[in-house]
């Protein structure tokens, strides 16, 4: 069982930044892949960034390559998630997620953190 906790999240104009982190609990983390995901008003659920479980692998979408950063610290249980050049369009709930592997994360079918909210002003 791996309990996630997202925090950060915050109110920022555009081109600014913001750091989200995601507490993890539990003796697995260290060996499980960790995403963020997003979700806007009316809209589906969108994956953003992925990385594996050394830190060495990551993956992104197409819309914050540049902009956004994944890492994660094994030590601390947390995975990060650097934002950069902050877009209105941007503005979601931002939500973490960890599985064993990048298929399962990628299926949707990891455990998820409760999200936390970022808002871009224009």
């Known amino acids: 069982q791996v309990r996630l906790v997202e925090s950060g999240g915050g109110l920022v104009q555009a081109g600014g930044s913001l750091r989200l982190s995601c507490a993890a609990s539990?003796?697995?983390?260290?060996?499980?892949?960790m995403a963020w995901f997003r979700q806007a008003p009316g809209k589906e659920r969108e994956f953003v960034a992925a990385?594996?479980?050394?830190?060495?692998?990551?993956y992104y979408a197409e819309f914050v390559k540049g902009r956004f950063t994944i890492s994660r610290d094994n030590a601390e249980n947390t995975v990060y998630l650097q934002m950069n050049s902050l877009k209105p369009e941007d503005t979601a709930v931002f939500y973490c997620?960890?599985?064993?592997?990048?298929?399962?994360?990628?299926?949707?079918?990891?455990?998820w953190g409760q999200g936390t909210q970022v808002t871009v002003s224009s």
């Open positions: 997620t960890a599985g064993p592997d990048i298929g399962i994360i990628a299926a949707r079918r990891g455990y």
């Open positions: 539990g003796r697995t983390f260290s060996s499980y892949a």
């Open positions: 990385i594996d479980w050394s830190g060495g692998v990551a």
